[in-house]
């Protein structure tokens, strides 16, 4: 007798019309399915106000602690799920009585929690709770009121962050270093206030002033030009623009604050520190040379030559040399005291003295340029016109002081203001 043969999974699945891979299949799902882990639904009771915002604020100051709210179930417990990933539940914040609370005020659910982090109230004097409602699902109606918040007047300053130590008349300065910067602080927390715009429709203006010193010298340093206000930009106005005429030894800015429409924040000021102006004016000098022979490709070195031989001969005065042109040979250039208690005249009056002593000689490129004969300047806007006189040829650089071969040359010496 032959016994029969063993049941398989390949005859059992034959018998019953499946296939090996079908099996293997169901199994798995069975596996599957008796480990699958348990969802508990847990359904919303109520709504815990966890963290209470600060009770008293500063208009326009973020609350240092913010309202942070849970959804819990019957025991307590947070339900973590509310509401669709896509379409979660939301939260708003509101005033209970007036209005002004600013910033992200609707707000998701995330895991059971709506946390909010930029609430603030933009207009001082609001005493007043918040209240805080889930606007989605419109079915659900639960609500939390904070306890009491007030927004008070804010205290705030004004700083002067850069200031020169001097600055030159007349002129507009171009170095970062000589440029008044002021900004807005918060008196308590020192830090800039860039969000000086918490009140929707407020402008915020700083306007300088000259605060006259009794340690100030010669002439009242006046604003010349660029006194006009700036608007503070992110809590920073740069005065870029402001130029100052005159000289003094300690001279001051006010600045101060106005807001359009007008506030209690205006009239905020601040005074800098004491500095000097140093006046200055332009200097023209014209040579009737030839231009392309004497300085055309060297003008550089020409302008050098020429500063050197004015600031020696001119004490405590400096000279920038702005440009040289055609038209003979025209230099101009700005000079400038190297102190605030000296007025510049004093230093027009050196001038002409060392074109009277034929001390402003120069050689350049082979070329021996002389003084003009002195004629007397009754004011700084005169033209002094004269004949050269007879000068040597000599190297570059060298004084041309003694008699020598002549060379025909006029000098014009212009003194006058001209803002740049």
């Known amino acids: 007798v032959v016994a029969p043969p063993l049941a398989t999974n390949a005859s059992v699945a034959a018998a019953n019309g499946t296939s090996n891979q079908t099996i293997a299949q169901q199994q798995q799902e069975n596996v599957a399915a008796t480990q699958a882990p348990t969802v508990v639904l847990s359904i919303p009771n109520n709504m815990a106000l966890n963290v209470q915002p600060t009770s008293q604020v500063g208009e326009g100051v973020v609350f240092p602690?913010?309202?942070?709210?849970?959804?819990?179930?019957a025991n307590g417990a947070v339900v973590t799920n509310l509401g669709l990933s896509s379409s979660p539940w939301r939260l708003r914040a509101s005033l209970v009585s007036g209005k002004g609370l600013v910033g992200t005020t609707e707000i998701p659910f995330a895991n059971g929690w709506a946390n909010f982090t930029d609430l603030y109230i933009d207009s001082p004097g609001v005493a007043t709770q918040?209240?805080?409602?889930?606007?989605?699902?419109?079915?659900?109606?639960?609500?939390?009121?904070?306890?009491?918040?007030?927004?008070?007047?804010?205290?705030?300053?004004?700083?002067?962050?850069?200031?020169?130590?001097?600055?030159?008349?007349d002129i507009r300065q171009t170095d970062p270093a000589s440029v008044f910067v002021v900004e807005l602080r918060d008196s308590g927390t020192r830090e800039r206030v860039a969000n000086h715009g918490w009140l929707s429709g407020?402008?915020?203006?700083?306007?300088?002033?000259?605060?006259?010193?009794?340690?100030?010298?010669g002439s009242v340093v006046a604003v010349k030009s660029g006194a006009q206000r700036l608007q503070l930009n992110q809590g920073i106005a740069n005065f870029s623009n402001l130029v100052l005429s005159g000289y003094g030894s300690a001279a001051q800015v006010v600045f101060q604050v106005s807001t359009v429409p007008t506030s209690d924040y205006s009239g905020t000021l601040v005074i800098s520190s004491a500095f000097q102006v140093r006046e200055s004016q332009n200097v023209t000098l014209t040579f009737t040379a030839n231009y392309n022979q004497v300085v055309l490709g060297n003008e550089e070195a020409f302008k050098a030559?020429?500063?050197?031989?004015?600031?020696?001969?001119?004490?405590?005065?400096?000279?920038?040399?702005?440009?040289?042109?055609?038209?003979?040979?025209?230099?101009?250039?700005?000079?400038a005291a190297q102190t605030g208690g000296q007025p510049i005249s004093n230093g027009v009056a050196s001038l002409n003295t060392a074109i009277a002593n034929q001390q402003l000689a120069i050689t350049f490129n082979g070329v021996s340029i002389g003084n003009p004969v002195y004629a007397p300047q009754t004011t700084m806007a005169t033209t002094t016109t004269a004949t050269a006189a007879n000068t040597t040829t000599e190297e570059d650089g060298e004084d041309a002081d003694s008699p020598g071969v002549s060379q025909k040359v006029l000098l014009v010496a212009i003194l006058m203001p001209v803002l740049f």
């Open 65 to 73: 602690s913010q309202p942070s709210l849970s959804v819990l179930d």
């Open 202 to 217: 407020r402008s915020w203006y700083v306007t300088p002033t000259l605060l006259s010193s009794g340690g100030q010298q």
């Open 305 to 335: 030559n020429v500063k050197q031989k004015m600031e020696q001969r001119v004490s405590g005065y400096t000279f920038t040399i702005l440009s040289v042109m055609p038209g003979s040979i025209v230099v101009v250039s700005r000079m």
């Open 130 to 169: 918040l209240r805080f409602e889930v606007v989605f699902p419109t079915s659900v109606s639960f609500s939390a009121v904070s306890n009491g918040v007030v927004s008070v007047k804010r205290s705030l300053e004004l700083h002067v962050v850069n200031q020169p130590a001097y600055v030159v008349s």
